[in-house]
């Protein structure tokens, strides 16, 4: 009596399946809390991953091993990291929450360190026009919000200033001059008035975000091609 073989055929795709690996989201982040403006640094500890992608919570992405990110505005964002295994057949996700200080800036005062003599064309700055003497330039600074048609803030006029005045400083705090989190421009202007005449005229401006610039509570502005230094000191405040 012959003997019957069975054979028991599995399905395919059954066995291909179990043959991919479930990935594991992991990540570690080098800070938890920060100020705005300031970078975090995260590294993927994820395993049998092939495509890492990265959501920072405040609507900015990005993918691979490591990322780093910073932040606008003051909250607590989740950073949401989603790995993915060969040809995304299998997800796994991993989350951390960042706390974005709700730090403001107000500055302190201002530190004219360096300024150009002479005007680009080598000619003094008070000679001619409304000005009856000279050379030396009567400095002042103003800040405005870009864009605007006004300025917000003016200080005082440092007259005749010389390079034996320098670090000239403007003391500020008393003024509880808000840093904005927009685009600032700030100009340095020598004074041209005279009896009854007003007139200025501009020495260097620059146009910067105090919200993200500068660190340990001074924002440095330089021009080396022109030989202006100036630093704006804050303070921050809750």
Request: charged share 25%; proline share 4%; net charge negative.
């Amino acid at each position: 009596m012959k003997k019957l073989l069975f054979l028991i055929a599995l399905p395919m795709a059954f066995m291909i399946t179990s043959c991919k690996k479930q990935p594991a989201a992991c990540f570690s982040s080098d800070k938890t809390s920060v100020e705005i403006g300031e970078t975090v640094s995260f590294e993927s500890c994820a395993t049998d991953a092939e495509t890492i992608e990265w959501d920072f919570g405040d609507g900015t992405t990005a993918e691979g091993e490591s990322a780093a990110h910073s932040w606008d505005a003051p909250g607590t964002y989740l950073v949401q990291m989603k790995v993915l295994s060969k040809k995304d057949k299998k997800i796994d996700r991993f989350s951390a929450t960042i706390t974005v200080k709700g730090y403001t800036r107000y500055l302190t005062k201002a530190v004219l360190k360096d300024y150009a003599e002479t005007k680009p064309d080598g000619s003094l700055w008070d000679q001619g026009g409304f000005i009856p003497t000279g050379p030396e330039p009567d400095v002042y600074l103003r800040f405005r919000l870009a864009g605007s048609t006004s300025w917000e803030f003016t200080t005082s006029v440092k007259s005749n200033i010389t390079p034996a005045d320098l670090p000239f400083t403007w003391n500020l705090t008393q003024q509880n001059i808000y840093l904005s989190n927009q685009s600032v421009e700030i100009e340095v202007r020598d004074d041209n008035s005279f009896g009854s005449t007003f007139a200025s005229e501009l020495m260097k401006a620059w146009t910067i975000n105090p919200a993200t610039a500068g660190e340990n509570e001074v924002i440095k502005l330089t021009d080396i091609t022109l030989g202006y230094e100036l630093e704006l000191h804050f303070e921050n405040r809750q």
